[in-house]
């Protein structure tokens, strides 16, 4: 098998693969993460927000009934492994998409997993603001609406955005299983290849185009979130990029 | 101190309890208070005597229990939230850990209030940098708060506060993170915008020297309770009692046993006069002959007078003493007493 790995047909045969259909993988990878993503942050981000206000002693409490159901749904359906959660959500993908096969048909059950994760990391992000900032908006007759979205949202910036880096390569992980089932993308050509036709190498480019691909999220998303966060950290940063030369 | 007539401040037989999971917290007990306009009225205790829980309830971010509290006439528990938001504009309030938006500038923390009354974004910012100007900002607009010092955040938190015309301006401990001289600074800049706008201020603290430095009337709050109330030079003159006299002068428990001292003590009460206290001993020297010794002095300086207590060594020798006594009761609003002979102290007294 090993020979077979690395015979130079083999090789010639990955490269060609690589070279016709992995760009297009990628592509669909890509725009299928962050589809699935922002659908994911729309719904869950509002639902991560009420999570925070609505408790009791929020901004906004809500009937506790509505905060535990909504609290149940959410670890219910995180509990469901994602390649069963996809199989079982075929009927709703087939009423909305037309179909269960391809790229856009699997951003439904990417969505459908991916927005409790999403509200989890957003209700994180917005329990770590310091509850003083909220008090002084509350004294200034600032309204429950108002605190979300010009104090509650914006402080938060930096953290949500490293949590959604988090989310997005979760997601970017979700695309690829999709492609067992008729999803397309670079899970779909490691699944194809590598499972079904024995094609290692095939596979392994689609994996190394996957970490990739991580790679770049992620620092997108720390630069992104180091960029935006106007807190100490910037300060320091800025002193630590100054003193450097005068020490070396 | 400009003083408008008639109350800007009314709480009424004020209680707050705080339900913990099985007792029940009294943080403040039928509290009546009457601030009036244009009054810098000092509220102090030491920690968890319920200031804080205090001011919170008059703009109703707590809920009191009972009682009500009347700002300008408005009963602000009877408000409905709309209500009760427009009013809250009226209060703004400073907090011990400013409280800034950290990730607007210091301009866009200004406007903020301006942005939840719906004011034109370049009216908003043509007012934030006029405040600027009057807290001596006026370079700091495009700073981040993080970038500042303690100081500076407070002035753009008093910017902030005066950004939508309050009348009534709480400060929460305002101070308490800040070194003396940034205390001073930020003291005064809160009795110039009292005198200069005729803003009501309330002032929380556990500092006695932040209330002699700006408040005219003070309450001192012990256990939920008010148990002094009055104009700043009365209450601190004759503090009245056991909490009163603890916090007026803190280091009257540290008075030496004069058993420590040999020969005779006298013991001085300063009560409101005239020079300070180094003058008298010392025309006594000049006029009596009478050398004395400062075992102790406490003495505190509110307006021209002085308050406190002192004590005095003499040699033990009945006639000096009697006529050092003779002296020194001459002296308006100065009482002075020969403290009991020396005996040996129990140790349990020194603590």
Same mark, same amino acid.
């Given at each position: 098998m090993l020979n077979n790995l690395l015979s130079s047909d083999t090789v010639r045969e990955a490269l060609q693969i690589l070279r016709d259909d992995m760009p297009f993988a990628l592509w669909e990878t890509t725009y299928a993460t962050l589809l699935a993503t922002l659908f994911a942050v729309i719904i869950g981000l509002p639902l991560g927000v009420l999570l925070v206000v609505g408790e009791?002693?929020?901004?906004l409490p809500l009937p506790s009934w509505l905060i535990r159901s909504l609290n149940v749904l959410i670890n219910l359906l995180r509990s469901i492994p994602f390649l069963i959660l996809m199989i079982m959500v075929i009927p709703f993908t087939r009423l909305i998409m037309g179909t269960t096969v391809g790229t856009a048909a699997s951003i439904v059950p990417l969505v459908i997993a991916a927005f409790p994760f999403v509200a989890r990391l957003a209700e994180s992000s917005l329990r770590e603001l310091n509850p003083n900032i909220i008090e002084a908006a509350q004294s200034m007759g600032a309204s429950p609406f108002q605190i979300i979205v010009k104090v509650m949202i914006p402080e938060s910036v930096p953290s949500l955005i490293s949590n959604l880096t988090i989310a997005v390569t979760t997601i970017l992980g979700y695309t690829a299983m999709s492609g067992a089932i008729g999803g397309g993308g670079l899970g779909k050509i490691a699944i194809n290849y590598?499972?079904? !036709?024995?094609?290692y190498l095939v596979m392994l480019f689609a994996v190394i185009l996957l970490i990739l691909l991580v790679q770049v999220f992620q620092s997108l998303g720390t630069a992104l979130s180091v960029r935006l966060d106007r807190r100490i950290r910037q300060k320091q940063g800025r002193r630590r990029r100054k003193s450097t030369p005068t020490l070396s | 101190m400009r003083v408008e007539p008639g109350s800007m401040i009314e709480i009424q037989h004020l209680s707050k309890t705080f339900l913990a999971s099985d007792n029940e917290i009294e943080a403040l007990k039928d509290i009546s208070l009457t601030v009036r306009g244009g009054d810098i009225y000092g509220i102090i205790g030491m920690s968890g005597a319920g200031k804080s829980t205090l001011v919170r309830c008059i703009n109703m971010l707590e809920r009191p229990t009972s009682g009500k509290v009347l700002i300008d006439g408005i009963d602000m528990g009877a408000l409905p939230p709309a209500g009760l938001r427009a009013a809250r504009r009226n209060i703004a309030m400073i907090f011990q850990s400013f409280? @800034? @938006?950290?990730? !607007?500038?210091c301009l866009a923390n200004i406007c903020f209030p301006l942005e939840l009354a719906g004011m034109k974004k370049q009216e908003a910012r043509e007012k934030a940098l006029r405040l600027l100007e009057i807290v001596g900002l006026p370079d700091k607009a495009k700073e981040y708060p993080a970038r500042l010092s303690g100081g500076q955040q407070q002035r753009i938190a008093i910017a902030r506060a005066l950004a939508a015309d309050p009348k009534v301006l709480l400060c929460d /401990? =305002?101070?308490? =993170? @800040?070194d003396p001289q940034t205390t001073r600074s930020i003291l005064s800049l809160i009795r110039d915008i009292n005198r200069r706008l005729g803003i009501t201020v309330i002032v929380i603290t556990h500092q006695m020297s932040v209330v002699e430095e700006i408040c005219n009337r003070v309450a001192i709050l012990e256990n939920g309770c008010v148990i002094e109330e009055g104009e700043v030079t009365e209450v601190f003159a004759r503090p009245q009692s056991a909490a009163g006299q603890r916090l007026v002068?803190? +280091?009257?428990?540290? +008075?030496? @046993?004069? =058993? /420590?001292?040999e020969g005779r003590v006298i013991r001085l009460i300063f009560n409101g006069a005239e020079a300070a206290g180094q003058p008298i001993i010392t025309q006594m020297a000049i006029d009596e002959r009478i050398a004395a010794n400062i075992l102790f002095a406490s003495t505190k300086s509110i307006g021209s007078r002085v308050y406190g207590k002192m004590l005095l060594g003499l040699p033990d020798n009945g006639e000096i003493t009697a006529r050092a006594i003779r002296y020194l009761t001459k002296c308006p609003n100065v009482t002075a007493e020969e403290l009991p002979a020396k005996k040996p102290a129990p140790s349990s007294l020194q603590q």
């Open positions: 009791k002693g929020g901004v590598g499972y079904h !036709r024995y094609k | 409280n @800034l @938006l950290m990730q !607007r500038t /401990e =305002a101070t308490s =993170a @800040l002068f803190p +280091e009257a428990d540290s +008075e030496p @046993l004069s =058993a /420590e001292a």
